[in-house]
């Protein structure tokens, strides 16, 4: 009499767990990734926080205090005034010329970005292909490289110690323009445009009623972009200025810092640390109020 083996049976539940362990949609946790991710966070935030926990003390729990730890007494308001009222209120003439090299550099700039990426995207004429050449050479090439020309150019023409040569330089954006080209390409359909001339628009009219509504999500993030760049532009304030009451905030808080060295220093690093907080609170309050176009800004141009 022969038996037969029976076969194990396969659970409802095994079945459920093999499934998960080999589902694409739930993948594999990987501890070292985690970590690497960790240490990023952490080295991203530890700074912020010590610059946040440092703004409340006075001059002298800076230098006495743990530097992640508050001091003896809470003095944020008093350093906000003080920073606002400092050497005739400069601080705020610095914000005040900053929000105008944005305004009209990085507003500029977008629009600039804007109508050329769509005349990129949309337009067939000669000499297409040296542009594209063109703008992905300006775009691996960094500002940097091209300030002390620059000042040099600037100079000769008497445009230094202006703010013209804060708010030309900043109208050239190379990566916004290949941004906005990129994105014009797949958000704006050809049939539509088309369309548009077949009822009788022009292309300035096309432009600004059909296209422009259309490439909202790109212009945004082109428009964070330079807004970013512009605000945190250092060097070439730097060369160009040296008038304080042209500074951006980025070279007027780099000389209240220099004023803790040399003869008759004079130390104010609460106010200079205050300021930077200052300064960074409306670039925060910008990408949060527009996160959402600035996302799907980008999640279209990682599609092209």
Known sequence: MTTTA???RITSTARVKKKTRTSPLRPRRSPLLTGVMILYLIYTLVPLAWLLISATK???DLLSSPGLWFGDSFALFANIKDTLTYNDGIFLRWLGNTVLYVVVGAGGATLLATAAGYGLAKYKFAGRRAVFAILLGAVAVPGTALAVPTFLMFSNLGLTNTVWAIIIPSLVSPFGLYLMWVYATEAVPV?????????????VRIFFTVALRLLAPGIVTTL???VVSTWNNYFLPL??????????????????SNQATGVGAR????LVITGSVLTIVPLVVAFLLL????QSG????SVK
């Open 224 to 226: 964070l972009f330079a």
């Open 239 to 256: 060369i160009m200025l040296s008038k304080p009451n042209l500074y951006p905030l980025t070279v007027g808080l780099t000389q209240w």
């Open 58 to 60: 006075t001059q002298n």
């Open 291 to 294: 996160q959402r176009f600035w």
């Open 191 to 203: 049939d539509l445009l088309e369309a548009a001339r077949i009822d009788g628009a022009g292309e």
């Open 298 to 301: 980008l999640t279209a141009g």
């Open 6 to 8: 029976r076969a194990p």
């Open 267 to 270: 130390p104010i690093y609460n």
